[in-house]
């Protein structure tokens, strides 16, 4: 064995070492720092493909630069307007900010990578992995205005029918903490609420159809009216939820133990296979 690892040492030293000295250039820059009068050639290709690459690379990152800076720029006007009486209108401008094309983010140990941050087209965020902490960061920042994301008034109370409500279509609020948040009839159509922590919230008449609710946790949510046709309810939990008078039909993956956990369930519109013991109320 010790004889094999000394064979392998003086073939690394002694056979290889030279030619990568010659062929990768670096025997070149040697010659031309040195004064000596030496006229052997050494192959140069390493080099121009080197200096090509940092070309390219050095493209792409201001390609990206370009992209990111207008997406900080636009975002910074979004949230200076959060502070003012154009806050309702803004939060549908952040939610479909998470959808900006931006490249990808090129990176120099990955040539590959930085050549399709030119070549390719930029795609919109949510469709990219690595832009995730971009989407969560706008996610947060609605999350902070949860207390008035919804009508300020009650569903009893007068003024409830003409006030005015965020509308949050296609927003990613995966895992966003929105316990104890104003919803009341919030436009939160196919909405991403995958893990959201809705505790008590109260999405009074809020419109949530299409939205995915998976593993979210509504428990003592105040769901009245609420319209949740053909929403994804899989390992939601419905815990003491107000469901009295909801639009279920159509949701997907929802099942008896989920809804006998909710109160008011049997008052709920849904379809035949989710009756679970009870009659089901005709749709008005």
């Known amino acids: 064995m010790q004889r094999f690892l000394k064979q392998l040492f003086n073939l690394l030293v002694f056979k290889m070492l030279p030619q990568i000295w010659h062929y990768s250039g670096l025997a070149y820059i040697a010659a031309k720092a040195s004064s000596s ?27 990206y630069e370009t992209r990111l800076n207008r997406f900080e720029s636009i975002l910074n006007i979004y949230v200076s307007q959060l502070g003012t009486s154009a806050r309702t209108n803004t939060f549908l401008g952040l939610a479909l900010h998470q959808k900006y094309e931006l490249p990808i983010e090129p990176d120099f140990r990955d040539p590959w990578r930085t050549i399709k941050t030119l070549i390719f087209k930029a795609e919109a ?63 939160l159509l196919a909405v991403d609420l995958t893990k959201a922590n ?69 008052s709920t519109y849904r379809d035949d296979s989710l009756a679970c013991g009870a009659s089901i109320p005709k749709e008005k």
């Open 37 to 63: 009068e030496n006229k052997e050639h050494h192959p140069t290709l390493p080099i121009w493909l080197l200096g090509l690459y940092l070309g390219l690379f050095g493209m792409a990152t201001q390609y």
């Open 198 to 266: 809705l505790n008590q919230a109260d999405m009074s008449m809020a419109n949530l159809m299409m939205s995915d609710l998976s593993r979210a946790n509504l428990s003592e949510a105040n769901l009245y009216k609420a319209n949740l046709a053909q929403a994804t309810i899989q390992g939601t939990d419905l815990t003491n939820a107000n469901l009295k008078g909801a639009n279920l039909l159509g949701v997907k993956l929802l099942n008896c133990e989920q809804l006998k956990s909710a109160k008011f369930w049997q």
């Open 125 to 187: 965020m949510n469709q990219d992995q690595s832009h995730a902490k971009k989407i969560r960061r706008i996610s947060d920042i609605i999350s902070r205005f949860k207390g008035v994301l919804g009508c300020e008034y009650k569903p009893e109370e007068l003024g409830f029918d003409n006030c005015e409500v965020a509308n949050l279509t296609t927003a990613n609020l995966s895992r966003a903490d929105l316990s104890q948040a104003n919803l009341r009839k919030t436009i």
